[in-house]
């Protein structure tokens, strides 16, 4: 293994880099991933199989406000997990009030508490953090907790929470850092604005919120804060969920309009100040108008940033080994290998450039990777048709192209869009809306009338969803799908 | 200070015992009853018992280790057991640290390295 490594290696590259760091010529590791989350934890597991000395370092930089958290990444404890747990809990306050309609009879008032919801959202993401660390210890994965950093040639420095430094050398390395949220560079923005890296631990009910965005991180949030029963408030910059469906996007945030949460439009945050102290306090915040010299102000109980996340790719060390990073927006771009420009350094995840920011997709890239490198097989991760889903009030599920992007690429002239809106029939008894749900699919003509683009927006769409994305990844055709009997009576028969 | 044994048996003794040691850790192992001859039902409990006896000396100062016998083979397969119920137990032998998360369960409870890091991480 070390010939492979003299092979793959351009020593003339590593003396231009770092001179005076002698290339090891035996590792302390096979493979060492910077990054215990989806990605990095799945690689280390699929990496053990194959008999691998593998090590993962995990480090969370504590939040302005002090929130931390255990292994398993983003997803486990401030993404994902606990986000569509608190959807749930959002959900399940909708359905009791629809039960009195299907003859439940409760006097008593309904009403939340978020000290217990958090309290048993936070139990479970720790048997989860508990569970990896069993996971990684039985199958003889190294875990530290602490923050890598590149130092040389295949040396990384790992420095735990005491401060303590070890430095460790492997053959090949996964950087698979993920992101963090991003702060507005304002006036009070670090001092008295949470993030969504705090809002799922948050010792205190937030009460009424401002939250920042139009990210689906910011309209999943706002979306489950309101169904609790808080007083929402969304400020928006330009458009809502940049990247999707537009025409998806407007039915999204008109669907939360009507049910009750306030949306800013087309403003910007400048300044925010205490009013009060207290858990929660109260915070003063000026905005000023994208499109005029208008300002205003508003008193919040809690003010949550939601306008995008950073690749935390600046501060480990990457110029020590040569690893070319957008400058711009610090992404990692890698070949379809998942490889950067230095040949035993890869890059998984979020913080990869042009690739979906998604849990399953860090995963089966990280697998496949490293079967790739221990297991010799060839097959790459296909990032083509990956379904996702947003867990708005409505949710919101898709595959395949948008229908501006599909227009775009094939000429609106050879698209044809079909669609229907459709009322649940679990709706029907307690009157809920009966013209907000809504499915489409977007065909190829000149391909057979394939299906290229799948975006349905009602209940349960991201289970609905999946079987679709299969059916697609077939190469599925409108008239295989007007072939296909529905069943009866749920929302994917439309 | 070093750590400290107690064993009790049945829930209403476990409960006492552990609200009694509130502050200090907590770690406990579940284990079925004991026949005349101190031999278990639980063939897993006759296997983990030693291999944990065998770590304990890894306990943190002032931690409390509770051996709890949680009754007969019946009792124990009554899914409405309070073990069951309350503190959520899905077999024997369970090792756990009381008060978090962190468990070991039936063949996890035979891996000397998982009870040692249960013992002595965060």
């Not at chain 1, 965005?213 to 808080?230: D, I, N, Q, R, T």
């Not at chain 1, 919101?396 to 192209?401: E, K, N, S, T």
Request: charged share 25%; net charge negative; hydrophobic share 35%.
């Amino acid at each position: 293994s070390v010939q492979a490594h003299k092979e793959e290696d351009n020593p003339q590259k590593t003396m231009e880099v770092n001179g005076l760091t002698p290339v090891p010529d035996s590792y302390d590791y096979d493979l060492i991933v910077i990054g215990g989350g989806s990605g990095g934890l799945a690689a280390a597991k699929e990496a053990a199989k194959y008999g691998k000395k593998v090590m993962v370092l995990d480090f969370v930089t504590p939040t302005p406000q002090g929130s931390s958290w255990g292994l398993g990444g983003t997803c486990v404890n401030v993404g994902c997990i606990p986000k569509k747990l608190m959807h749930q809990a959002a959900l399940l306050g909708q359905a009791l009030q629809d039960s009195r309609k299907f003859g439940w009879e409760f006097t008593e008032e309904v009403k939340h508490n978020w000290m217990t919801m958090t309290e048993s959202v936070q139990n479970y993401i720790g048997s989860l953090n508990w569970g990896y660390r069993v996971a990684l210890r039985d199958t003889k994965v190294t875990y530290e907790n602490a923050y890598g950093e590149f130092v040389g040639p295949h040396t990384i420095k790992a420095t735990n929470k005491k401060g303590i430094e070890k430095l460790y050398t492997a053959e090949r390395f996964i950087i698979a850092t993920g992101e963090r949220p991003r702060y507005l560079s304002i006036p009070g923005d670090k001092e008295y604005c949470i993030s969504s890296d705090d809002l799922f631990s948050l010792p205190y009910c937030p009460g009424k919120t401002l939250v920042v965005g139009a990210s689906y991180v910011a309209l999943e949030c706002a979306g489950f804060l309101a169904g609790l029963g808080l007083d929402v408030t969304v400020m928006v910059r330009s458009i809502l969920l940049r990247g999707f469906d537009q025409d998806m996007a407007n039915k999204i945030g008109e669907y939360m309009k009507e049910h009750g949460i306030n949306f800013i439009r087309q403003f910007v945050p400048i300044k925010i100040e205490q009013v009060e102290e207290g858990t929660p306090g109260i915070l003063k915040i000026t905005a000023k108008s994208t499109t005029g010299d208008q300002v205003m102000e508003g008193e919040y109980n809690t003010v949550l940033l939601a306008i995008g996340r950073d690749p935390c790719t600046r501060k480990i060390g990457l110029d020590k080994v040569g690893v070319r990073i957008n400058e711009k927006t610090g992404k990692i771009p890698v070949n379809d290998e998942e490889q950067t420009n230095v040949p035993y350094i890869y890059a998984i995840g979020d913080i990869l450039q042009d690739k979906l920011e998604l849990t399953p997709v860090a995963i089966q890239a990280g697998r496949l990777l490293v079967r790739r490198l221990y297991a010799g097989a060839t097959t790459k991760c296909d990032y083509v048709n990956v379904p996702t889903t947003v867990f708005t009030p409505l949710e919101y599920g898709a595959c395949g192209y948008s229908e501006e992007t599909a227009v775009e690429k094939f000429g609106e002239e050879n698209i044809e869009v079909y669609h229907s809106h459709f009322w649940p029939l679990e709706w029907t008894v307690p009157s809920r809306d009966n013209n907000k749900c809504y499915a489409k699919i977007i065909c190829n003509i000149q391909d057979n009338e394939r299906v290229i683009g799948f975006h349905v927006l009602g209940p349960h769409a991201g289970e609905v969803t999946q079987g679709f994305a299969a059916a697609i990844k077939c190469g599925l055709t409108k008239e295989q799908l007007d072939n296909t009997i529905g069943i009866h009576p749920v929302c994917a028969e439309v | 200070m070093g750590w400290v044994e107690l064993q009790v048996r049945g829930y209403p003794e476990f409960m006492r015992t552990a609200q009694s040691y509130h502050g200090r850790p907590i770690f406990v192992l579940f284990c079925g009853d004991k026949d005349a001859e101190g031999k278990s039902w639980c063939p897993d409990c006759v296997t983990a018992e030693p291999i944990v006896r065998k770590e304990l000396h890894n306990l943190p100062d002032e931690s409390v280790f509770i051996y709890c016998l949680v009754g007969d083979r019946p009792y124990w397969k009554d899914p409405n057991n309070e073990f069951k119920k309350n503190l959520k137990l899905t077999g024997v032998p369970t090792l756990l640290k009381y008060g978090t998360p962190q468990k070991l369960v039936e063949e996890e409870c035979f891996k000397a390295e998982l009870v040692r890091m249960l013992f002595t991480e965060d």
